[in-house]
């Protein structure tokens, strides 16, 4: 059995950053990527941003190019989110997921990953 367990979200004004941190665990588990998404009341849960460890590759949605920062480390099974300049429009539930196969790129499909943690809320006040 694996298990996600994300940490840092919170309440934060405009302008403001969070750190997010999802730890992985559970015996024999492969992970070749781990990504956050996110979901937002009434909308679709989104890929936001992720790193590939094969080749520590990362990916980002557009809308956060330029403010988050995933990072991680594979040892540790751990991914990292940092969020600068955030806006009131990336106020949802962030959820951090591994996929455990391997593709030419990192993928952006929720349902490419198999492995979800419970999420954690963020909310930027304007």
């Known amino acids: 059995q694996v298990q996600l367990v994300e940490s840092g979200g919170g309440l934060v004004q405009a302008g403001g950053s969070l750190r997010l941190s999802c730890a992985a665990s559970?015996?024999?588990?492969?992970?070749?990527?781990m990504a956050w998404f996110r979901q937002a009341p009434g909308k679709e849960r989104e890929f936001v941003a992720g790193?590939?460890?094969?080749?520590?590759?990362?990916r980002y949605t557009d809308s956060v190019k330029g403010r988050f920062t995933s990072s991680g480390d594979n040892a540790k099974n751990t991914v990292y989110l940092q969020m600068n300049s955030l806006k009131p429009e990336d106020t949802a539930v962030y959820y951090c997921?591994?996929?455990?196969?391997?593709?030419?790129?990192?993928?952006?499909?929720?349902?490419?990953?198999?492995?979800w943690g419970q999420g954690t809320q963020v909310t930027v006040s304007s």
């Open positions: 559970g015996r024999s588990f492969s992970n070749t990527a």
């Open positions: 790193i590939r460890w094969s080749d520590s590759s990362t």
């Open positions: 997921a591994v996929d455990k196969w391997r593709r030419p790129v990192l993928s952006r499909s929720n349902n490419e990953y198999n492995y």
